[in-house]
């Protein structure tokens, strides 16, 4: 009997020492008096507070407040940040989950900034162009890009058309940055209807992004249009040039 009564007491001990743990809360706030109590003489008793002396404004929440932006060294290249030794200013949120806790940047001392600072080898190989540069590869690579062609009228696709399928879809290139497959495409021929071709675009003579092309024919005359495909991306196709690759000419 007296066993179980201990075993119960320690039991309840524990649970008692758990739901006593503590977290502190970093708040702040900032407050003045909207109506200042009266002074008092000196070397007398001061006066009793009124209740409107106890109404308080308030100035500054500091849960609100905008924390200013942090300072950082990037160890390496970050897609849309920087490059390695680049010192950066960015949201303290971003900088402690995305930078900072996976490694990919220091606190910025001068220390720092020597030690992850390039070395000649390095900046003499460019592997980036830009920060930004990747992100746009990646864009491109994602998407399946609509090249409409007159269905009445002889074509051949050109640099010209991918650069205004591009505009279309939100992306601005020059004709000089597309390269085109070897084999000339040309039509109209509605067998090559919804059929993919690839195309490469050159990032600021460096970068190079595979663009899925696929092909459409469009017609002035609305009784001769091809019915409309909605979200053509997703419904699989087949290559126009044989073996569909993407292309490896620079340009």
Request: overall charge positive.
């Amino acid at each position: 009997m007296l066993k179980s009564i201990s075993q119960l007491k320690v039991h309840f001990n524990l649970l008692k020492s758990a739901t006593s743990l503590q977290q502190q809360v970093r708040t702040t706030f900032i407050l003045k008096r909207k109506y200042d109590p009266l002074l008092h003489k000196s070397n007398e008793k001061p006066r009793r507070m009124r209740a409107k002396n106890f109404i308080y404004e308030l100035v500054e929440d500091t849960q609100v407040k905008k924390r200013p932006n942090m300072e950082v060294v990037l160890k390496t290249f970050v897609e849309g940040v920087g490059d390695k030794g680049d010192v950066v200013s960015l949201k303290p949120n971003f900088v402690y989950n995305k930078l900072l806790l996976p490694g990919l940047a220091a606190y910025k001392t001068p220390e720092n900034i020597e030690k992850y600072a390039k070395t000649e080898a390095e900046k003499s190989t460019v592997k980036h162009s830009s920060a930004y540069a990747q992100r746009t590869v990646n864009m491109l690579e994602s998407i399946v890009l609509a090249v409409v062609m007159n269905k009445d009228q002889p074509w051949v696709i050109e640099p010209w058309h991918i650069k205004a399928s591009l505009r279309k879809a939100g992306f601005h290139c020059k004709d000089e940055c597309i390269t085109l497959p070897n084999e000339r495409i040309e039509g109209p021929d509605l067998k090559k209807e919804g059929k993919d071709f690839y195309c490469t675009i050159t990032i600021n003579k460096l970068e190079q992004a595979k663009l899925k092309c696929r092909l459409h024919h469009w017609s002035t005359d609305p009784s001769e249009r091809l019915p409309y495909v909605l979200e053509h991306w997703k419904i699989p196709s087949e290559p126009l040039l044989g073996v569909n690759l993407p292309l490896e000419k620079n340009v």
